[in-house]
């Protein structure tokens, strides 16, 4: 499996920024993809997850403003992010575990992308 984000860059805040997911070697109608999110001297965050079924869930800092959504015939998965703020400012990794239980646990992920930066100026 090799999962590969890319989209990342710096903005503004108030701005939008979309991240996207390209996985290989994974059908993503069997697994639960997920984003998470690292800043600096930070544990790593839970920020988005989408079940294989289609259902959403995200971290109460980001609901309402980030959207996750996957194509499961182009094998992406994407994180759409509106009204950014500098506390967003992370390293953004895609994932993905088997099965929808303990979606916001980083243990339970079992591929990793190499993540991308996501920079909000003030």
């Known amino acids: 499996v090799q999962l590969v984000e890319s989209g990342g860059g710096t903005v503004q805040a108030g701005g939008s920024l979309r991240l996207s997911c390209a996985a290989s070697?994974?059908?993503?109608?069997?697994?639960?993809m997920a984003w998470f999110r690292q800043a600096p001297g930070k544990e790593r965050e839970f920020t988005a997850a989408?079940?294989?079924?289609?259902?959403?869930f995200y971290g109460d800092s980001v609901k309402d403003r980030f959207t996750i959504s996957k194509n499961n015939a182009r094998s992406t998965v994407s994180l759409q992010m509106n009204t950014l703020k500098p506390d967003d400012t992370a390293v953004y990794y895609c994932a993905t575990k088997y099965g929808p239980n303990l979606y916001t646990e980083v243990a339970q992920y079992v591929h990793w992308g190499q993540g991308t930066q996501v920079t909000v100026s003030s």
């Open positions: 070697g994974v059908a993503l109608n069997n697994v639960t």
């Open positions: 989408i079940w294989a079924s289609g259902f959403q």
